[in-house]
């Protein structure tokens, strides 16, 4: 590609420091941290579907220290209320006037735990934040943090008591990842080295929130070949089409794929993209937006089932050069 080049920059210099200091604690899974720091870049949020005790809060938390952003978690139950997660106005009888408490929602990140434990109603809480960055309380629009990033978690085996998440909701998470269990050498490593210590208390910021802000800016500036948005046109427009789907990729899935790959060469160190950053990242891209048929509507609920059509449909598609 003409003017293209591999980037020994600051900013190469900066995404190996995040990815390497959040493996610091993080061990043994370079691939899903490359992952979570590309949708970090690209200013996406991050669902994290796995069974407990994998490490999701770990990650979440890691990534938070390492930009040295302001870090909250929400445990989703079923009782919760939207109140509980964006904030109250209370009456102040000394001014007369309503108080904006603040709620969780307001900081860099924010983890919601067993997001789909909760009732709907608390879930599309979350939805204007999510893509507006902000919330609206009593007619008053109140702007977040910038950036603001949720890493909500879901168990995939258990299915009581939980609400699934709606198309409106998934949709506007960039990718869903997996973590699985370590390695047994790593877990070896893990059990042998940790003690009554948290792990997390000595890991330290390697980037402050104006670093990344810039970073997130020089995604824009990736060059991207029409060859490769040709291909994830193909793709989306596949998805649309085939009968063991309820419906396709929309184009806000399409435009999450096109600033996904620009994120991930990046985090790769080049100012450019390659067909390998699309391959890489349909399944984490896609996958939880397909509405397969034959599993009562519910959009993603088997992820292995709708990344194996994914699969099948993007190799029937020629891969540029």
Known sequence: MKGSKNIETEETRLTDRL?????????????VIELAVTSLLAGGHILLEDAPGVGKTTLASALARSIGASFKRVQFTNDLLPADILGVNIFNTSSREFDFKAGPVFTNVLLADEINRTTPRSQSALLEAMEEGRV????????????FIVMAT?????YHGTYPLPESQLDRFLMRLTIGHPRPDVEREILLNRTSVDPL???EAVLDIEELIKLQAEVDKVAIDESIVDHIIAVVETTRRSPALRSGISTRGALAMVRACRAHALVNGRNYCLPDDALRLYKPVL??????????GQLGNNRLEAEALLEELTMAIEVPV
Not at 154 to 158: G, I
């Open 19 to 31: 990815v390497a200091n959040v493996e610091t604690v993080f061990k043994g899974k370079r691939d």
């Open 201 to 203: 208390a000595s890991i």
């Open 154 to 158: 879901q168990n995939p085996l258990e």
């Open 136 to 147: 609206s309380i009593d007619g008053h629009t109140h702007q977040l943090p910038m950036p």
């Open 287 to 296: 996958a939880h937006r397909l509405n397969l048929s034959g599993v009562g």
